[in-house]
């Protein structure tokens, strides 16, 4: 069998994986600070598809007066929004809430390289 052979016969099955693979093209990093005098515990939520930052069970901890960058790879125009809660205390929350769940006006950003602005979390 030739190369042009093989190649043609391979050629298909490399564009299937190559469009199978996953789209992570982007990546964004959240900049928040946190004004309220209690630990803050934060979760990014992709509003695309079922996918949390850092992880399901997991959170990015913020003590008072903490300054973090959170960066994460993410898919090219992807939506994603930040929940934060008081450690401890879920009804006080900013953003999308513990879960995800809750609506915002501007706790949202798309993937598309580069830091949001600082994100305060103030009492």
């Keep these: 069998m030739s190369f042009h052979q093989i190649v043609r016969r391979a050629a298909p099955a490399l564009i299937a994986l190559v469009l199978a693979a996953p789209a992570f093209a ?11 005098p209690n630990a803050v515990e934060v979760q990014l939520f992709s509003q695309s598809r079922n996918h949390v930052w850092p992880g399901s069970d997991e959170v990015y901890m ?8 959170m960066s994460l790879s993410c898919q090219d125009g992807e939506s994603i929004c930040y929940g934060a809660w008081i450690s401890g205390d879920q009804s006080t929350f900013w953003g999308v809430g513990p879960d995800g769940e809750e609506t915002c006006d501007d706790c949202c950003y798309t993937c598309q390289g580069g830091e949001t602005e600082e994100i305060n979390l103030v009492p």
């Design 26 to 36: 982007g990546d964004v990093t959240f900049v928040m600070n946190n004004h309220h």
């Design 62 to 69: 913020l003590d008072d007066g903490e300054t973090k960058t």
